[in-house]
């Protein structure tokens, strides 16, 4: 462990990178498909919201990026006004492709950016304050999503002898046949998280049987498919129904029990 007086900024960005956001995404990702196994619509959506916003900010801190602050929009002069990132997975996906494009994560399948956009619109609905939807595709593309962000999800910043092992080490993350069989392989590098701890558990751990569960992308086999109760739902909240909002009395007063968007 490094003493107050020799840690260093990289140190402590590497350090949050994975405790505080790859660690808990781990956790997030499980939980979404937990909500998903259980018809829970809104909070599998808002937990899925949840992991890939910590991976992304995961990725930028471990490449010295502000999880923050879009630097291209950063204005040092007036600190309270600079809009932050917030739960915005789109905005973060683009920033990462555009800052750190040695990644390559704008070879990602192109369904990717529109599900990051989705789960923007509709991952954010804790208290049913937008009309929602899922289609039944939604898991699946979680799952692939996650192995995607996941595996440049980690420190790739090592210089053993002088020599910049980073694009040796990117490659080896991004190799293309690792999709042939996505469940067997392990991210390259240094990555030792929850997920993969879960996986070295018994087969009666609650947190494993969740995440191995019809799961083509985290498993210790290779599944080619999966057979599962698909669902799609849609809601319109209260306030956006027409006998609410068409009423006058009631909207001028409805701000002082809650705030509706």
């Known amino acids: 462990?490094?003493?107050?007086?020799?840690?260093?900024?990289?140190?402590?960005?590497?350090?949050?990178?994975?405790?505080?956001?790859?660690?808990q995404a781990d956790k997030d990702y499980i939980v979404a498909r937990t909500c998903y196994r259980m018809d829970l619509r809104d909070q599998f959506l808002w937990a899925s919201l949840q992991a890939c916003e910590k991976y992304l900010k995961a990725i930028l801190l471990f490449n010295g990026k502000s999880a923050r602050y879009d630097p291209e929009k950063y204005d040092p002069n007036k600190p309270q006004k600079n809009k932050e990132f917030g739960h915005n997975v789109s905005w973060l996906f683009d920033v990462v492709i555009r800052d750190i494009p040695d990644l390559l994560l704008d070879r990602c399948p192109s369904w990717l950016p529109q599900f990051l956009k989705y789960l923007t619109n509709f991952g954010d609905n804790r208290y049913v304050t937008k009309?929602?939807?899922?289609?039944?595709?939604?898991?699946?593309?979680?799952?692939?999503?996650?192995?995607?962000?996941?595996?440049?999800?980690?420190?790739?910043?090592?210089?053993?002898?002088?020599?910049?092992?980073?694009?040796?080490?990117?490659?080896?993350?991004?190799?293309?046949?690792?999709?042939?069989?996505?469940?067997?392989?392990?991210?390259?590098?240094?990555?030792?998280?929850?997920?993969?701890?879960?996986?070295?558990?018994?087969?009666?751990?609650?947190?494993?049987?969740?995440?191995?569960?019809?799961?083509?992308f985290f498993a210790n086999r290779q599944r080619r498919r999966v057979t599962y109760k698909h669902f799609s739902s849609s809601e319109n909240p209260p306030h956006i129904r027409e006998w609410f909002y068409n009423n006058p009395k009631i909207m001028a007063k409805i701000a002082f029990y809650i705030k509706l968007p």
């Open 1 to 23: 462990m490094q003493s107050r007086s020799t840690a260093t900024l990289t140190t402590a960005l590497l350090t949050l990178a994975t405790d505080v956001f790859r660690e």
């Open 131 to 216: 009309a929602t939807f899922t289609t039944g595709d939604e898991l699946r593309n979680l799952d692939e999503a996650v192995w995607i962000l996941r595996r440049v999800c980690q420190n790739f910043n090592w210089t053993p002898a002088k020599e910049n092992l980073r694009p040796k080490l990117i490659a080896a993350a991004m190799r293309t046949h690792a999709r042939n069989n996505p469940a067997l392989y392990r991210a390259f590098g240094a990555i030792d998280g929850f997920l993969e701890r879960k996986l070295k558990q018994s087969k009666n751990d609650p947190a494993r049987e969740a995440l191995v569960w019809n799961n083509m």
